[in-house]
């Protein structure tokens, strides 16, 4: 059986919103279809784990909002991948309104909104099964209703590619050098060690590190000596060198003393 089959079954996606006291909480959806006329009845499937579908099963009420092709990646973002158990999505997003039974339903980005009863409801295994009967209905504007298909062909991939940071880094210090061509003469600024001692990286979606400064010398002690990291030029000062460079991590023996320094 091949279940790519199942991609090529049109959906619309909607705005499912509900609300429990103070709790307002909605995910999108592409299962809401309209089963009947008289009276006029939809049905919605609502994945069990999501908290959009506890508060329904416990209130009997739920809005629908179609959305419209002019919507942007960041709705389905927010209420497709994000769970409202976490936060409150509507702070993220203001464009609502609230209808009759006292739901949101979106000001932006939907043609019309749907008001429902639940009057029937299934377990489907992974979804909730709901048939609703309508109690209010608007249209918003006349903006082309989006599709299952027109979200993944163009929606989604409008969204931001995460940024390809791409440099060489110092395997002594971990400096970076931010590009994609390291001069053949370039000298590491922090431990002043060749192109020989560096390698290429790419990293996906995070920011590339930055070179720390210097760190600056411990206040001078009575009678205490210097020393000089004789790798990167790092001084320290007391009557030993450090086990340990901190700026490229060389042993003590790396150190020398600068002498008439005191």
């Known amino acids: 059986m091949n279940t790519k089959a199942l991609y090529n079954l049109t959906y619309g996606v909607y ?4 609300r429990d006291g103070e709790k307002d909480n909605a995910c999108i959806i592409n ?9 006029t009845r939809i049905s919605v499937a609502v994945i069990k784990a999501n908290l959009t579908n506890e508060i329904i099963a416990k209130t009997g009420r739920f809005n629908l909002s179609a959305i419209t ?6 709705l389905f973002q927010l209420f497709g991948m994000k769970s409202g158990r ?3 999505k509507f702070q993220s997003f203001t464009d609502v ?13 939907a043609n019309a909104f749907f008001s429902l009863k639940v009057v029937e409801s299934q377990d489907l ?3 909730t099964l709901y048939i609703a009967e309508l109690e209010d209905a608007e249209v918003l504007s006349s903006a082309p209703s989006c599709t299952y298909g027109y979200y993944q062909s163009t929606i989604k991939k409008s969204a931001p590619k995460p940024a390809v940071k791409k440099g ?5 210090c971990g400096y970076i050098y931010e590009g994609e061509t390291l001069p053949e003469d370039y000298v590491c600024p922090i431990c002043k060690h060749g192109p020989e001692d560096f390698e290429y990286f790419e990293e996906t979606g995070a920011a590339v590190p930055k070179a720390e400064p210097v760190p600056a010398a411990p206040a001078v002690s009575g009678g205490g000596k210097k020393w000089v990291c004789t790798v990167c030029g790092y001084i320290a000062e007391g009557e030993n060198p450090p086990a340990e460079c901190p700026v490229c991590h060389v042993p003590a023996s790396k ?8």
């Open 15 to 18: 705005l499912l919103s509900a």
């Open 31 to 39: 299962t809401a279809v309209q089963v009947a006329n008289n009276p």
């Open 69 to 74: 092709t002019e919507a942007e990646f960041s």
């Open 86 to 88: 976490d936060g409150d």
């Open 97 to 109: 309104a609230r209808s009759e039974n006292g739901l949101y339903y979106m000001t932006k980005w």
């Open 125 to 127: 295994g992974s979804h």
């Open 168 to 172: 060489w880094r110092c395997v002594v």
């Open 255 to 262: 150190f020398k003393e600068l002498s008439g320094e005191k």
